[in-house]
């Protein structure tokens, strides 16, 4: 391990810096494979990965008019599966190495699906298994907390979304020289750092791709940070969750700029705002951007987050590179 490699965070702090150029580049990749339209779209992933499928999945359904959700790898790493005839899965996993994403896609395959892959590593063993692979194409990826790969995930995802959806192409290269030629430096990045490190307790809420977006951010704070954060729909956090809210506790949305969701996300915010909660929004117009994909714009705000996230973990002493209880490639059944 070379002396870079020792500094806590340099392999983080340099992944992260090229998640971008990888959204540029996997975002327009071709799609050889002529796929038609399922009629249904069923996700298999797990961590960050499924936080990725979690935004395609609302991509894919607005675009293409068809059911698009997650189904747990158990149904058919442990059970006996579910029928899927006319149906594709879409498995993303950074290494293609867990045995239960393998199983998963077998099983899927033998239920009468198309098994579509977005992996990070070639020649992998889901890889081998799926009818279509699409390449992330981000690199290795090295530290444990995965950057530019989920970001390259939610990219090669809009690739396959072109592939079934023609004239989603153009929406896709707009969105690639947008998001790619944008900075990644949040022009609040010292005042989120500072939240972060005040806070016990973090709410990360989101709408639409948004949603999955914030599934990423509170699963990397955990992870990085060891700092409790849940992530909510901003319409369901104000049922119950919100009674959380009588304890100290830091509020982050994540804002698209989709014009459908303000009002959702402007309730939220009002609410936590009332009780007092340390309330931040990041939005796509902080960056000066407008007018990508919700998909790309989730992508983006993911981007812009992973600094402050990695400035949090280096502050409070931690190394995010190598988190104390974790691995990069996680097998599970």
Excluded: W
Excluded at 11 to 26: I, N, P
Excluded at 155 to 174: D, Q, S, T
Excluded at 182 to 189: E, L, V
């Amino acid at each position: 391990m070379t002396q870079e490699h020792k500094t806590p965070g340099s392999l983080m702090a340099a992944e992260a810096a090229q998640s971008l150029d990888v959204f540029a580049k996997s975002a327009v990749q071709p799609v050889a494979a002529r796929l038609g339209t399922p009629r249904a779209i069923y996700t298999i992933a797990r961590g960050s990965s499924d936080a990725a499928a979690n935004i395609l999945s609302y991509e894919f359904m607005r675009e293409l008019g068809i059911p698009a959700t997650s189904l747990p790898p158990s149904v058919f790493s442990l059970g006996g599966g579910v029928v899927m005839g006319g149906a594709a899965v879409l498995v993303i996993s950074q290494s293609g190495a867990s045995h239960d994403l393998v199983l998963s896609a077998k099983g899927a395959s033998r239920a009468g699906a198309k098994v579509l892959a977005l992996t990070n590593q070639p020649d992998s063993a889901v890889e081998a298994v799926s009818d279509v692979t699409l390449p992330i194409g981000a690199g290795p990826e090295l530290a444990v907390p995965a950057t530019k790969s989920v970001i390259g995930s939610v990219a090669a995802g809009m690739a396959l979304l072109g592939n079934l959806n023609p004239g989603y192409v153009a929406k896709a290269r707009h969105a690639a020289k947008a998001v790619g030629g944008m900075s990644m430096q949040h022009p609040q990045a010292a005042a989120l750092q500072a939240a972060f490190l005040r806070a016990r307790h973090v709410y990360v809420i989101g709408r639409d791709t948004g949603y999955g977006a914030a599934h990423e951010v509170a699963l990397k704070l955990k992870e990085c940070c060891a700092l409790h954060a849940e992530a909510y729909s901003s319409s369901e956090v104000l049922h119950g969750p919100l009674q959380l809210a009588t304890n100290p506790l830091m509020v982050l949305i994540l804002d698209t700029g989709l014009a459908d969701i303000q009002d959702s996300l402007d309730q939220a915010e009002a609410r936590f705002r009332t009780v007092d909660c340390d309330v931040h929004r990041v939005a796509m117009s902080d960056m000066g951007v407008d007018g990508v994909t919700p998909a790309a714009a989730a992508a983006a705000l993911l981007a812009v987050m992973y600094p402050v996230i990695l400035g949090t973990a280096l502050a409070l002493g931690l190394d995010p590179d190598a988190p104390e209880t974790l691995s990069k490639v996680t097998q599970t059944t």
